[in-house]
């Protein structure tokens, strides 16, 4: 079973930075892409970030220069460093994963079809 926890979340003023994490369990882990998404109030859900079994990586044009996408594949974690955010940045976070099927293509870099519960990010000005 595919589980998916993210934590770091949290409260900053604008400037400020945060790292969000998301432990992953019950698929091998780095097979195919992980992704960050978010969801402001009033608004769908976006990707943010996200990064491939390669390595390659893809942002946002509103985040790119301010947030890093990584992955420990020792640690089963992917990690989002939030920098220099900013109000707009308010949203629940979410972790994004491909756990992928042996011996059949990654769905890629935009896509992904198990999801975490969401953890809270707000930044105040």
């Known amino acids: 079973q595919v589980q998916l926890v993210e934590s770091g979340g949290g409260s900053v003023q604008a400037g400020g930075a945060l790292k969000l994490s998301c432990a992953a369990s019950?698929?091998?882990?780095?097979?195919?892409?992980m992704g960050w998404f978010r969801q402001a109030p009033g608004k769908e859900r976006e990707l943010v970030s996200g990064?491939?079994?390669?390595?390659?990586?893809v942002y946002a044009d509103s985040v790119k220069g301010r947030f890093t996408i990584s992955r420990d594949n020792a640690k089963n974690t992917l990690y989002q460093q939030m920098n220099s955010l900013k109000t707009e940045a308010t949203a629940v976070y979410y972790c994004?994963?491909?756990?992928?099927?042996?011996?059949?293509?990654?769905?890629?870099?935009?896509?992904?079809?198990?999801w975490g519960q969401g953890t809270q990010v707000t930044v105040s000005s």
């Open positions: 990064i491939s079994s390669d390595g390659t990586t």
């Open positions: 994004a994963a491909d756990p992928g099927i042996p011996g059949s293509y990654c769905l890629g870099i935009y896509e992904y079809n198990r």
């Open positions: 019950g698929y091998v882990f780095g097979r195919c892409g």
